[in-house]
């Protein structure tokens, strides 16, 4: 028995549904079913009987929820009291690309710390990839990451946001009038890769080797703001999501389409496993609801001749 466990089992009894209680714990609703049948299992009881998607406790179910009930309030009066006297309660750690930390995250964070003061959050920034394996291991609560990998299903997660990726040059580069490019088109470019961490450089130079070519990869940047001022110079070529270059219309900076186009997914990640705290259940609601009341649209923010 876990404290996830009875916590699943108790919101699916208060929500009589295990498709409302996943939706309400950011859970998968298999890890409800999964965690109920186990404790069914240890305990040899029957918790629920079922009428079509209604959930409805047994009276061996209404005894062992009134017990669970207590034992939750009791570690969360727990919890609470001992935070309250160290006067110390840890941050919410969070990963992100070095990319959606500079565009796409500062707003969300401004508005959570405007409602939720009193909870410290931690930014760490690392590509997708290794702040997946971060979460894994419990040195990151959750990481805002390209969801396109191969083992993304390992992770709870959500969907926030759908781009597609395309070819920043300068309005100068020779391919800067094209409606798209392909991967023939790049093949010779000087192209700026993110950093080794990245998913989104996965999916680019699988594509470059499924149609045949090699991509000329000059540098590796962490960094939009140096990308933008070797792209500048006309010589460069990078690759960036969609909804960033809206604001590039006065740069001197153009996004092409890639031909076919690579559609990406970005979203939160967090560990199956994990306990979530309260502070972590209000950041992944937050973050879920502001972006389905505003739906995300990736912005450059205002530097001084930043592109």
Known sequence: ?????????????????????????????????????????????????????????????ESFYKKATYILQYCNELQADYSSMSRIKPPLRIGIPPMLSTVFFPELLTAFHEKHPEIAVVLEEYGSVRACNLVQDDTLDVALVNMEQYNIDKFHNTVLANDQ???????????????????????????IFFNADSVQNQIL?????????TPNIVMRSSQIYTTLQFVKTGKYGCFLYSSMTDNFSTS??????????????????????????????????????????????????????WI
């Open 165 to 191: 990726v395309v070819f920043c040059v300068s309005n100068d580069h020779r391919l800067a009038e094209k409606k798209s490019v392909t991967t023939k088109d790049m093949a010779k470019e000087q192209l």
């Open 205 to 213: 130079k699988m594509r470059f080797e499924m149609d045949g070519h």
């Open 1 to 61: 028995m876990t404290l996830n466990q009875l916590r699943y089992f108790c919101t699916a009894s208060r929500c009589h549904s295990i498709t409302k209680a996943a939706e309400e714990l950011y859970v998968t609703q298999p890890t409800i079913s999964m965690a109920i049948r186990d404790l069914e299992i240890e305990f040899g009881i029957s918790l629920f009987s079922r009428k079509g998607n209604q959930l409805s406790l047994t009276q061996e179910g």
């Open 252 to 305: 001197n900076v153009t996004g092409i389409p890639l031909n076919p186009p690579v559609r990406i997914k970005i979203g939160m990640v967090w560990k199956k496993s994990k306990y979530i705290s309260g502070d972590m259940l209000t950041f992944l609601h937050f973050t879920r609801m502001y972006y389905k009341e505003s739906p995300i649209t990736i912005k450059v923010f205002s530097y001084p001749n």
